[in-house]
């Protein structure tokens, strides 16, 4: 990806802190990265602020978060400097976030199904019946069986699974260029897992979006994304190839894949990750 | 220890009625560890739940030692659960929450055996007086453990003990299990989607889908990866990560 055109997605030095009682406490300190027509995938542990960076690109922050950042730019637009206007337009439309937790982020009085249409008509700016097929559609290509059923559920009366299914095809519907998804697979079985990380899959291989995979799971980004950014305690630990995971070289990143069970190996004990304090500094 | 027989569990009834377990036989022996696999939906907790007295609603047959599940034997099995966020009373202290079996049941001496069984779980005498907010997920896990563990049951059932946690926790979590189960010569029942936790926890294990045991196996077969079924054999290859192929391969078995 070298000799790619300019990235779709440009961050520098990205912070972002909370002002406490007992003085700042920095989330993000310093990321760096850039995000082309690719998969990247950010893997941490919790609180290690790779949630918070996804947030941040959306400047979906809360107000008591205090945001900088060298650059912050997508398609060439500032989003540091960007109107309310610009950035209302750019949510949605062409830069999306799949949160972690159907439950808190669907619209409980809305069927779902007007809800994804909704997405189409405001965000792609198509009719009502066209943003009717298009939500049908897309509910279709999320793998959800008896579209038109689900179409006239409310939020409520489907299960987690589907649900996230459901917020991936809102997002997906207007065709965005960015995709942050915040462990949108998480709460899913493997194999809707990986029905779901198909579609993404080709989406980014067929309509060149860029798509930010923020997750816990280490293997799974490995084996799904192009690269892969290590965060912790807010700084990136390294960044590699997906395909040289095994050859990790940061002890943090090492230390996190010894202490996954393994189906091919019988160790009575799992080694446990001790933290380097020198991690938490920064270089 | 644990015999299953025909256990069927329904919720709701008419047309609308869930089944959500339909005939699941298996027996855990004295010490053993057995693990219940499989997707959302697939009865695994719901059969984990009707073994600890928390749902007395079905028909077939359950019992633990010598007792039906349907009467509640506290100190004979014991559960620890998901959430350890959900788990514990955020108003009352580690110790209240240690202590409160040992009031009900009458046993003494509770100052020593409190401070005995966060020892046993590797929590320091300084954690006796925190609430559970000022607690990680790992150590609220740990208060679970040891709350379950205070009456000295002889069975542990385990619901999704470590899904909740980071991976570097789940680690010390499943060491833990692992070293408790030996000491206090336990059995087991771990209820999990994940395969690798299951093969590292138990000696046997139950695949289950849509409230049907699918088969069951030693562990050993599960690691050569060489199940009977067409439904395992599909969540093994899933659990491999994410591979184009096998997710254009997948089918739906009912």
Request: aromatic share 4%; proline share 5%.
């Amino acid at each position: 990806m070298n000799v790619a055109p300019p990235p779709l997605l440009a961050v520098e030095d990205l912070r972002v802190s909370f002002a406490t009682p007992t003085g700042p406490f920095h989330a993000v300190r310093g990321v760096s990265f850039t995000l082309g027509r690719e998969r990247l995938g950010i893997v941490g542990e919790s609180g290690s602020g790779k949630s918070l960076t996804g947030r941040a690109i959306m400047r979906l922050l809360p107000a008591s978060a205090q945001l900088s950042a060298r650059r912050l730019s997508f398609d060439g637009i500032d989003l540091l400097s960007a109107s309310t206007k610009t950035l209302r337009g750019l949510r949605g439309a062409r830069i999306s976030l799949v949160m972690q937790d159907p439950k808190y982020s669907l619209n409980p009085v809305m069927t779902v199904g007007e809800q994804i249409a909704e997405a189409a008509r405001i965000h792609g700016g198509v009719s009502k019946i066209e943003a009717r097929l298009r939500a049908l559609a897309m509910l279709e290509a999320v793998r959800i069986r008896d579209p038109e059923r689900v179409f006239r559920l409310f939020p409520h009366e489907v299960s987690g699974g589907m649900g996230q299914r459901i917020m991936i095809a809102m997002m997906l519907v207007p065709e965005p260029d960015v995709l942050i998804a915040d462990e949108p697979t998480s709460a899913l079985d493997v194999t809707v897992q990986l029905q779901v990380l198909a579609i993404l899959d080709d989406l980014v291989r067929q309509r060149g979006m860029g798509l930010l995979f923020i997750s816990h799971d280490l293997e799974l980004v490995a084996s799904f994304c192009d690269r892969v950014l290590v965060m912790y305690a807010g700084r990136v630990m390294e960044e590699l190839s997906a395909r040289d995971l095994a050859s990790a070289r940061h002890p943090y990143t090492r230390g996190l894949l010894n202490s996954l069970p393994r189906l091919g190996d019988e160790r009575a004990e799992l080694p446990t990750l001790s933290r380097d304090p020198a991690w938490l500094e920064e270089r | 220890m644990i015999s299953v027989r025909d256990l069927a569990i329904t919720f709701g009834s008419g047309p609308g009625a869930v089944h959500a377990v339909r005939g699941v036989s298996f027996d855990v022996a004295d010490g053993e560890s057995f693990g219940l696999v499989g997707e959302s939906g697939s009865g695994k907790s719901t059969v984990l739940r009707a073994l600890a007295g928390l749902n007395r609603l079905w028909t077939g047959s359950a019992t633990l030692g010598e007792t039906s599940a349907r009467v509640q034997q506290p100190r004979l099995v014991q559960m620890v659960f998901q959430d350890p966020y959900a788990s514990l009373h955020p108003r009352h202290t580690v110790d209240r929450a240690l202590s409160e079996p040992l009031e009900i049941h009458r046993i003494g001496d509770a100052n020593e055996r409190v401070e005995r069984a966060l020892a046993d779980v590797g929590l320091g005498p300084a954690f006796r007086f925190r609430y559970p907010n000022q607690l990680s997920g790992g150590q609220r896990q740990r208060v679970a453990i040891a709350r379950a563990l205070m009456l000295e049951p002889r069975v542990l059932l385990l619901d999704e003990p470590t899904s909740a946690l980071d991976v570097s926790v789940q680690a010390e979590i499943l060491n833990l299990l692992r070293r408790l189960r030996v000491e206090r010569r336990l059995t087991m029942i771990l209820v999990s989607h994940n395969l690798a936790v299951v093969a590292h926890m138990c000696d046997r294990l139950a695949v289950m889908n849509r409230g049907l045991v699918v088969e069951e196996m030693d562990v050993a077969t599960l690691r050569r990866a060489e199940p009977r079924e067409a439904y395992t054999r599909q969540l093994l290859t899933a659990s491999k990560g994410y591979d184009r192929e096998v997710a254009s391969g997948i089918v739906t078995f009912d």
